[in-house]
């Protein structure tokens, strides 16, 4: 797992500073745009991406997401 993948034509990114963020590039880096903030899943430590959805390692669990880490519903 990883702090930043590749999905499609973005890069998804956990925030360097505020690990309860996620952010999206779609140029390669230069620029970050917020996508997801939120403490209900807890500070997130490393995501994958699986084909159909991204995994997310947190401090609160396994968390899933099938729109681009919009939404985090927690697996198991």
């Known amino acids: 797992m990883a702090e930043i993948i590749s999905r499609e034509k973005e890069l998804i990114r956990i925030n360097p500073t505020k690990r309860n963020k996620l952010e999206y590039s779609r ?3 230069r620029i970050w745009l917020g996508r997801y903030t939120s403490n209900s899943c807890g500070d997130f430590r490393d995501l994958t991406d699986s084909g159909k959805e991204i995994l997310a390692t947190t ?3 396994l ?3 099938k729109d681009e880490g919009r939404t985090w519903l927690r697996r198991g």
Do not use: C, E, V
Request: aromatic share 22%; hydrophobic share 10%.
């Open 59 to 61: 401090t609160k669990g």
């Open 27 to 29: 140029d390669s880096g």
């Open 63 to 65: 968390y899933f997401s």
